[in-house]
């Protein structure tokens, strides 16, 4: 089963009724609507990549952290999307956004022991991450809890403050910046072009 956009957006409203803290659903529909650009910029230069996928993954890409469990939100929204009957691929954002360069150990925050769960790791390192989640991948790092939209060094200090500094720090922070580069590439000009409010947001 596909999961739209809207569909996305209602099962987030319906979760932020429940929470105290909705802080999460505001970045996720962040991250969303970044992601909408950012595709639309790339579909308009012939890339083959589903825009109204893309945002409906922007949107529920931290949905595990419904449990308010986030140290688990990836395998919570992995579980919680397939129990809905939602097609893999739509699942599979919940494991991968956070995980860059397809390692367990390259993402933000603590040092992950890759041995806690198998087969997270096991999938994070065999899968082939689509154009959308790789993009997703990149938006998380462009939004702040709050919503808005900033560049990846600003978003990275945020984490770095809230979460602290590890021995992995230093390699997820390189990857995420090839990582933008990768999409500047593709796009030919730097992708923040598409977002003036940033500005606004230094």
């Known amino acids: 089963m596909k999961l739209t956009s809207d569909e996305a957006r209602e099962m987030l409203e319906i979760f932020r009724e429940k929470l105290d803290n909705p802080l ?44 308010k469990n986030f140290h688990n939100h ?21 494991l991968t956004h956070s995980y860059l360069n397809n390692d367990i150990t390259c993402t933000a925050g603590e040092l992950p ?12 390192k065999t899968h082939q991450y689509t154009l959308e989640e790789k993009l997703i991948n990149l938006c998380d790092l462009m ?24 021995s992995n720090t230093q390699y997820h922070v390189k990857e995420t910046y090839k990582l933008k580069a990768y999409f500047d590439k593709m796009l030919g000009f730097d992708l923040y072009n598409l977002f003036p409010e940033i500005k606004n947001n230094l």
């Open 143 to 166: 939004c702040l809890q709050n919503g808005k939209a900033c560049t990846v060094d600003k978003r990275l200090v945020d984490i770095i403050i809230r979460k602290g500094a590890y």
């Open 24 to 67: 999460w659903i505001d970045h996720s529909i962040g991250v969303g609507n970044i992601v909408k650009v950012i595709a639309q910029a790339l579909k308009e230069r012939g890339y083959d990549i589903d825009i109204a996928k893309a945002t409906a993954l922007g949107y529920v890409h931290d949905i595990g952290k419904y449990t």
């Open 74 to 94: 990836a395998m919570n929204g992995y579980k919680y999307l397939k129990d809905k009957g939602f097609d893999e691929d739509y699942c599979n954002i919940c």
């Open 113 to 124: 022991d890759p041995n806690e769960n198998l087969f997270l790791t096991n999938f994070i």
